[in-house]
């Protein structure tokens, strides 16, 4: 059973900056590519940042310039630096697996709201 735990979301508003933290069980992160994934009220979960077992990484457009997805393998832990956050980065967030696996964290709401 996998257990991730996510945290670091809160209120925010335009233009500011939020840093999510992912501690996940056992190896997961250090042997699959993690994802930061998020759901908007009303939207279907989408991954909007990956990070693949050698580093490299990859953003939806929307996200491109303004996150940066990283890990570290020896804590288990994945993170995502979120800048210049617009209204429409709000949901809740959540990390997994690329593809995810079936074991979800609770996530981490992130309102931006002025």
């Known amino acids: 059973q996998v257990h991730l735990v996510e945290s670091g979301g809160g209120l925010v508003q335009p233009g500011g900056s939020l840093r999510l933290s992912c501690a996940a069980s056992?190896?997961?992160?250090?042997?699959?590519?993690m994802g930061w994934y998020r759901q908007a009220l009303g939207k279907e979960r989408e991954l909007v940042a990956s990070i693949f077992p050698g580093g490299y990484t990859e953003y939806i457009d929307p996200v491109k310039g303004r996150f940066t997805i990283s890990r570290d393998n020896a804590k288990n832990m994945v993170y995502l630096q979120m800048n210049s956050l617009k209204l429409e980065d709000t949901a809740v967030y959540y990390c997994?697996?690329?593809?995810?696996?079936?074991?979800w964290g609770q996530g981490t709401q992130v309102t931006v709201s002025s």
């Open positions: 997994n697996a690329a593809p995810y696996l079936n074991s």
């Open positions: 056992g190896n997961i992160v250090k042997i699959n590519t």
